[in-house]
């Protein structure tokens, strides 16, 4: 069965600081991810994507792709107190096109 | 704010009852996918189509769970007998296109409780 386990389960950080994101496949047909981010009571809302190897980064966000390994993370830098939510990493297959979500990271930004 | 619109955002059940809910996609998504994200936030893939037809749906959802997605209608999951492992919250997302590379564009959902 497909998996995308993400670490740590859960998260503090000071507003400000830097959150720092993980998230392994098991499966070497997931070749595209993505970040979503979702606050209580809403939908996910997708952060960023990423396809290649190496580094993304759009505003405090930054994604890091290792497709050999199956790792990807999510660094979050100035963290604000907006930022607290559940981070789902997920991924497609690219045979089936199945998206698999992580099992989510809780992150608190402490003001 | 989400421009997928799912309705209603909860959904009371007794046991047994019928169960519908709706969701409007994005425009100009054709393609739409249900997810149940359960109280430990895992997600389930249950169903997607493009325009009308399905692509993809899991076994249980063969069962119990049906949906659809008509012309000039909005798209609809109904659980015929609810159980009170149904008791989740239902996520439509609709996204461009079927390749990989699409991303999921998700409404805010329907907290079903089954009683």
């Known amino acids: 069965q497909q998996k995308v386990q993400q670490s740590p389960e859960s998260l503090s950080v000071p507003e400000g600081g830097m959150a720092s994101l993980n998230c392994t496949s098991s499966?070497?047909?997931?070749?595209y991810f993505w970040w979503y981010r979702q606050h209580s009571g809403e939908g996910p809302k997708a952060l960023m994507?990423?396809?290649?190897?190496g580094d993304k980064k759009e505003g405090r966000f930054t994604a890091h792709l290792n497709k050999a390994s199956l790792h990807v993370s999510l660094h979050i830098r100035d963290s604000q107190p907006s930022d607290s939510a559940l981070y789902f990493c997920?991924?497609?297959?690219?045979?089936?096109?199945?998206?698999?979500f992580g099992t989510g990271t809780r992150l608190q930004v402490l003001p | 704010n989400s421009k997928v619109i799912q309705t209603p955002r909860y959904l009371v059940k007794g046991q047994g009852q019928k169960a519908k809910m709706r969701c409007i996609p994005e425009k100009g998504h054709p393609v739409v996918f249900w997810y149940q994200q359960n109280k430990n936030n895992e997600f389930k893939f249950l169903i997607n189509?493009?325009?009308?037809?399905?692509?993809?749906q899991i076994d249980m959802t063969e069962k119990r769970f049906s949906a659809e997605c008509p012309s000039n209608s909005p798209c609809s999951l109904e659980i015929q007998s609810s159980e009170a492992g149904d008791s989740a919250l239902y996520l439509c997302a609709s996204s461009r296109d079927i390749p990989s590379a699409e991303t999921l564009y998700f409404g805010s959902g329907t907290r079903l409780t089954v009683l």
């Open positions: 997920a991924a497609r297959d690219s045979n089936t096109n199945k998206v698999v």
């Open positions: 499966d070497r047909n997931f070749q």
């Open positions: 189509f493009q325009n009308q037809e399905v692509l993809q």
């Open positions: 994507s990423i396809f290649s190897d």
